[in-house]
């Protein structure tokens, strides 16, 4: 079966300049991942996992390697992809969930969460009635709907977020902490809608303030860990052989 993903030899570094040297991030990363699979991404705090998921949204330029996605139009690599090709990409296929939402001033939830439901082409009255329903599910109150989420707690605000990255399902789905800063009742809300996305054939990489709450849900898991540089090792760190379903992955970053 084709991957949705296919990740091969994966590299990132940042240069500090004002130190004049390179922050390494990861070396030598490769998986695969399937429709329908939920991979976990685990680590100590700084080993590299949201900068993992980042650099697979192309948010980051890698250094070295490739990432393989499987559009509608042919298998593309979104390491080296055009701007206006990966802009469509993350309109049409990709997701990407924070802890954090970037909400534009003046601007109601109820329409935040609506807005990508209208770019697919959805009547403005079905995408706000489809958008409440979510912002009910993930807890927010009915008489914050209509207010600004620049306005709301750090909390409300991500239920706000979640609401929207997850109103229309993708092919693939990056999840960076989206539990940190909710309530028991929105991240049962969030395992819910995951479930039922994976069970759609949704594709998934995450990295969670509580994986327990998604335990159900891991097919396979990347555990990242730091080893020292290239030039102090005298080799290149080697990303851990593909595993099987249920199987732990060791990788050096």
Do not use: C
Not at 63 to 72: E, I, K, L, P, T
Not at 112 to 137: K, N, S, T
């Amino acid at each position: 079966m084709t991957p949705v993903l296919d990740v091969e030899g994966l590299s990132k570094r940042f240069h500090m300049y004002h130190l004049d040297q390179d922050l390494h991030a990861f070396s030598g990363i490769s998986f695969r991942l399937h429709a329908g699979e939920f991979l976990l991404l685990r680590g100590e705090n700084g080993v590299g996992k949201s900068t993992l998921l980042r650099t697979l949204y192309r948010s980051y330029l890698p250094q070295a390697g490739h990432v393989w996605y499987q559009a509608a139009e042919g298998r593309i690599d979104l390491a080296t992809a055009a701007d206006v090709d990966i802009t469509l990409l993350r309109r049409r296929d990709i997701g990407f969930v924070t802890q954090f939402l970037v909400a534009r001033p003046r601007v109601a939830a109820d329409e935040i969460v609506a807005e990508p439901l209208r770019r697919a082409g959805v009547a403005q009255a079905e995408a706000l009635d489809e958008a409440r329903r979510w912002l009910g599910e993930f807890g927010v109150k009915r008489d914050l709907w209509r207010a600004y989420p620049t306005t709301f707690s750090g909390g409300e605000q991500q239920k706000v977020n979640l609401a929207r990255a997850l109103i229309l399902p993708q092919k693939l789905l990056l999840l960076d902490e989206p539990t940190a800063s909710l309530d028991a009742g929105a991240r049962a809300a969030l395992v819910r809608r995951l479930a039922d996305l994976k069970s759609a054939g949704v594709a998934m990489i995450g990295v969670f303030h509580h994986p327990g709450d998604v335990a159900d849900l891991i097919d396979r898991e990347i555990l990242l860990t730091t080893q020292r540089l290239p030039e102090e090792a005298g080799a290149a760190p080697q990303a851990a052989p593909e595993a099987a379903p249920g199987d732990l992955e060791h990788v050096a970053v």
